[in-house]
Structures are given as C-alpha cells and as structure tokens.
C-alpha cells in the first residue's frame, strides 16, 4: 500500500482507541510537498491504529508534526523519516510499535534541512521492541520518553545512531524583568556509533530513564 499527497493529516474524531493487529502487508504513507504544499504529514489529535502490516513508513519532505492528545500503534516495524519529529505546542503524543521503532532522516539530509515550527511544552513516548533514533527529534521544553522492550539480546535496546540529533532545549522567560523560568538545553548527537563505551551525558540520561519507565 503506497499512499501519497502533498501534505497528509491523520486523525481520530470519533473517540474511540485503535489497535494494531499483526499481518505481513507493507504500508507507506508520504507527505511529498509541491504546489502549495508544504510536505508536512501531520498526525492527531485521536488514537490511530496501523493493523495488518510487518511494517509502516511514514514519510515527510519536511515534517513529522503530532498535535494535540494523540496515539499511534502500529503492527512490526514502524519508520518515521522526515527532515524532524516535532510536535505543536503541548501536545501529549505516543507510538509505538510491537518490533524496530526507526527515526529517520529522507536519504541524502542531514539536520539543516527545511522543517516545521515546533511547539513548545510536547510530551512524547516512543516504544517498541528495539528504537532507533538516526534523525532529529525537535522538541523545545519538551519531555521525550524512550520505552524499548529489548527482546533481542544481541542488539543494543535504544541505539543513538551516528549523526542523530535529539533537542529538548529549554526557554526562558522573564515577568517584571525576573527570569521565571530556567533556561536549560538538551543536545544529543551520537557520533562513536561502534563504540557503544564513549557516551556522552545526554546518551546516559536516556538510558536511565529508559530503565525507569521499563519499571
């Protein structure tokens, strides 16, 4: 299944919660821009479900863009690739796949790529049985969970590929001249793919809370 457009919106207005059931089709969905498109593929708010497929890609020239209170579960592998992962101001986001969760980058990209505004304050869970971050997730003053079930002992749970970059930048703000809030940065760019021992700070903090939400 190839479905493509300009800009893609996915969404769930009837309430109800989807689930993803296993299959062995291949499913790809892409947001290609041109005319007056921007080639953002945008997804929420609602519960979407991805069923009968061994593997979903999403795929956008500029954006993965979540709004609002939004879930997306789909069956085997799921393949986000798009120039950023972000999300609108607020939003509360999860997905989850039951095999490889890949965030990617188009071929031939890297991080200065054309890319859609990103909303402050986003709350996303990403969970799969192995997550694969290889692009750039962009989520100013935002909280980003990792959540891997690490089945496979012979493969690394959550991997921070080379050249990956993950930002929950803080922002300050200031109220009768008084900074109110603290401005903080968080930055992480994997470059010792092949030698999981050099890790930075960034990589560490992930990988304990990846440990604590497995609790």
């Not at 919106?9 to 296993?22: Q, V």
């Not at 798009?82 to 999860?94: F, I």
């Not at 903080?184 to 930075?200: G, I, K, V």
Request: charged share 20%; proline share 3%.
């Amino acid at each position: 299944v190839d479905v493509r457009a300009g800009d893609v919106k996915l969404t769930n207005s009837s309430g109800a919660e989807s689930t993803a059931e296993a299959g062995s089709a291949t499913i790809q969905i892409a947001a290609t821009g041109g005319g007056n498109a921007q080639g953002n593929l945008t997804l929420g708010p609602g519960s979407i479900g991805v069923s009968g497929a061994s593997s979903t890609t999403l795929q956008a020239t500029r954006s993965i863009v979540l709004e609002g209170q939004t879930a997306l579960a789909a069956s085997g592998d799921l393949v986000l690739r798009s120039n950023t992962l972000t999300a609108s101001q607020g939003a509360n986001a999860a997905m989850s796949a039951t095999q490889r969760l890949l965030v990617d980058r188009p071929t031939g990209t890297d991080d200065s790529g054309p890319r859609a505004a990103a909303g402050a304050g986003a709350t996303l869970l990403l969970s799969g049985d192995q997550i694969v971050q290889a692009g750039t997730i962009d989520l100013p003053s935002g909280s980003l969970t990792l959540n891997a079930a690490g089945s496979v002992d012979t493969r690394p749970a959550v991997l921070f590929d080379e050249g990956s970059v993950t930002t929950l930048r803080g922002r300050s703000a200031e109220f009768d001249g008084q900074p109110v809030i603290k401005r903080r940065r968080l930055e992480h760019q994997r470059r010792a793919r092949r030698h999981p021992a050099r890790r930075s700070g960034a990589d560490r903090c992930f990988r304990r809370r990846r440990g604590r939400a497995g609790r």
